[in-house]
């Protein structure tokens, strides 16, 4: 199986910036795509931002475009959210997760099987 830990996640000022790292094991990033959701308390899960299994292709929620970016780096096996223009919105907790996703379908939280344990993202005002 595919392990994988989030790390990166802190309490930082709006309009601050931090880097998430999504650490896998198991399995190469490169087998999957990957992608970056995050739930507030109270909140539904949310799609944030996708990566295609070869990296070249990236899916990223309107609410975040232009300030994140995922990308991965295949030789360390791992996956990365920077987060740019950080909003008190922001704040919730953020996962990892990898798999098998077609292209029309990088948002949908249930395309992937792997899932992370989250990092806490705080963003004050």
């Known amino acids: 199986q595919v392990r994988l830990v989030e790390s990166g996640g802190g309490l930082v000022q709006a309009g601050g910036s931090l880097r998430l790292s999504c650490a896998a094991s198991?399995?190469?990033?490169?087998?999957?795509?990957e992608g970056w959701f995050r739930q507030a308390p109270g909140k539904e899960r949310e799609f944030v931002a996708a990566?295609?299994?070869?990296?070249?292709?990236?899916y990223y929620a309107d609410s975040v475009k232009g300030r994140f970016t995922i990308s991965k780096d295949n030789a360390k096996n791992t996956v990365y959210l920077q987060m740019n223009s950080l909003k008190p919105e922001d704040t919730a907790v953020y996962y990892c997760?990898?798999?098998?996703?077609?292209?029309?379908?990088?948002?949908?939280?249930?395309?992937?099987?792997?899932w992370g344990q989250g990092t806490q993202v705080t963003v004050s005002s």
């Open positions: 997760a990898a798999g098998f996703v077609v292209s029309n379908s990088f948002t949908g939280a249930s395309q992937y099987n792997y």
């Open positions: 198991g399995r190469t990033v490169s087998a999957y795509a």
């Open positions: 990566i295609s299994r070869s990296g070249e292709s990236t």
